[in-house]
């Protein structure tokens, strides 16, 4: 049987191409399993898992969730908030205390980029990371490539541009890796203020006109602004912002083409995306957030595997 060639899915900069199509193939067979009338398989009924989030999620966290339930493992749930986290235990004491449950599986979304890499050197549990900072965001990326193949065949080949605060963003630079490995072309878009210096050394070209990127692309990756991770001022408006790279309709239709709209959530309507096109027939957003189940249930069964070798 085929496997991952890394114990841990700590980010995308891990990960071989075969890893992808690994994770990939495994996918397409959980995809047609969750939408079965009995949307679940008895795989990993001997397995525990901890979903630690020590940041707020929504998608992330419900996603795997679901994913683990469906693959008939035993989860427990920990929010940073409601623990003893707030009376100044450290994050290995936390993990060590919850291993010590006999946990097979940690997925963790933590502020501090690293926190799963560092994990993974102190505790005996394979790490999930479902977000670092503003570092990666691994499953993320993964189901966006999986989503740009299901929508358009394939990856290789396509041109992407990822729009927005690419600064703060943990989906851009794992999208950037995932997208290039796969062979598609990527560029980015956004305020020169909420673009890296570091950008370019990954081989990617800036465009900070909107129009151009969108002229130019297959498919547009649409982020949030994301306003909790600045300290100081980026632009000088949100209304200056949305002038300058919100998406409308208007500039779709202006397009001559039919692109995919992508965003990986939460999404502010009418700041980076209006209603009528995250809600159009070209935005396949819903369908990113129903194959994030099946992806995270690939990763989360072939790591479990490799516990089981
Ligand atoms: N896409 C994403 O990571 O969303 P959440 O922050 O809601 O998990």
């Not at 496997?3 to 959980?30: P, V, W």
């Not at 950037?176 to 070209?205: D, M, N, R």
Request: proline share 3%; with cysteine.
């Amino acid at each position: 049987m085929k496997a991952l060639s890394t114990d841990h899915l700590l980010g995308i900069k891990y990960l071989k191409k075969e890893d992808i199509n690994l994770i990939f193939e495994t996918a397409d067979h959980f995809k047609e399993v969750i939408n079965r009338p009995i949307k679940k398989v008895p795989s990993l009924r001997d397995i525990t898992i901890a979903n630690l989030f020590f940041e707020n999620s929504t998608r992330t966290k419900l996603s795997f969730e679901l994913a683990e339930k469906r693959l008939s493992a035993d989860i427990i749930n920990f929010s940073a908030g409601q623990s003893s986290v707030k009376k100044g235990e450290t994050l290995i004491d936390t993990v060590n205390n919850i291993l010590s449950m006999k946990v097979d599986i940690v997925v963790m979304r933590h502020p501090n980029v690293g926190a799963g890499v560092f994990l993974s050197k102190h505790v005996n549990a394979r790490i999930i990371n479902a977000g670092d900072g503003a570092h990666e965001h691994p499953t993320q990326a993964l189901l966006d490539s999986y989503s740009i193949r299901e929508k358009l065949g394939s990856v290789k080949g396509k041109k992407i541009v990822i729009i927005g605060d690419i600064l703060h963003s943990r989906v851009a630079l794992s999208n950037i890796f995932a997208l290039q490995l796969q062979g598609a072309k990527v560029k980015i878009c956004g305020p020169t203020t909420l673009i890296p210096k570091f950008i370019t050394s990954l081989g990617v070209e800036v465009e900070t006109n909107l129009k151009k990127a969108l002229e130019w692309c297959d498919v547009a990756n649409v982020l949030r602004v994301q306003h909790e991770r600045m300290d100081i001022k980026y632009f000088p408006s949100i209304r200056e912002y949305t002038q300058l790279f919100g998406i409308d309709k208007a500039l779709l239709d202006s397009l001559g083409k039919k692109i995919v709209i992508m965003h990986p959530g939460p999404i502010n309507r009418g700041v980076e995306i209006t209603s009528d096109v995250a809600d159009s027939d070209q935005s396949i957003i819903l369908n990113q957030v129903e194959n994030g189940v099946a992806i995270r249930m690939a990763v989360i069964y072939l790591l479990a595997q490799q516990i089981k070798k």
